[in-house]
């Protein structure tokens, strides 16, 4: 299976200022068709999780477009510019390249 | 507007079964392929399996596969996950997802318990 790493587990972020979050899968993402099959979810605090960014960089619907998504084969970056309240939660990368799909841990995300 | 219901959530004994459904609404269910992903209490996700969209298909993750089945009624746009000989560690929340197109449910809960 396909492990997806996560840094840091957590991060406190003081309104208005940016955060990154790294992921690191054991295996490339990139498919033969050029698609990086890495995605971004947000689970906010008793909801269920809602997708931020789908093959690495590219934002979904109705998301902020303080959120992006960039990386290479192996080693992706989610970062928020200009953080709000209403972005505290639990950040997951995982990957949907092969079965199992899998996913990171989880970075918790809390404001200073 | 995309939505995703699911139902059947319950407490039930070790080695027991349970049947979840999930009703799609605001798109062509028929057009999707289908997930069903669990979180147990304050761990993260596990993906469960999918199922195409004829319903021809299924695949499975290794820690289920034998014990649960993902079925779909496209004519009623609802999904099914059929649990067999459940387990303790079956405890979770169990969503349903159009996982490639950011569609998630609002969850199911399942506690597996004497």
Redesign the interface.
């Known amino acids: 299976d396909i492990v997806m790493t996560q840094a840091p587990l957590s991060v406190s972020v003081t309104p208005g200022e940016s955060a990154s979050i790294s992921c690191r899968s054991s295996k490339s993402l990139l498919h033969s068709n050029g698609i990086t099959y890495v995605y971004w979810y947000l689970q906010k605090p008793g909801k269920s999780p809602q997708l931020l960014i789908y093959r690495m960089s590219n934002l979904a619907s109705g998301v902020p477009d303080r959120f992006s998504g960039s990386g290479s084969e192996t080693d992706f970056t989610l970062k928020i510019s200009r953080v709000e309240a209403e972005d505290v939660g639990i950040y997951y990368c995982g990957q949907l390249l092969e079965n199992p799909y899998t996913f990171g841990a989880g970075t918790k995300l809390e404001l200073k | 507007e995309v939505q995703l219901v699911e139902s059947g959530g319950s407490l039930v004994q070790p080695g027991g079964s349970l049947k979840l459904s999930c009703v799609a609404s605001g798109f062509t269910f028929s057009n999707y392929w289908m997930?069903w992903?669990r979180q147990t209490p304050g761990k993260?996700?596990?993906?469960i399996g999918?199922i195409n969209t004829d319903g021809s298909k299924t695949?499975y993750?290794?820690s289920i596969k034998d014990r649960f089945t993902i079925s779909r009624d496209n004519a009623k746009s609802t999904l099914y996950l059929q649990m067999s000989n459940v387990k303790s560690d079956d405890t979770a929340i169990y969503?349903c997802?159009r996982?490639?197109?950011?569609a998630?449910?609002?969850?199911a809960s399942v506690t597996v318990s004497s």
């Open positions: 997930d992903v993260s996700l596990e993906w999918e695949n993750a290794p969503y997802t996982i490639f197109r950011g998630w449910g609002q969850g």
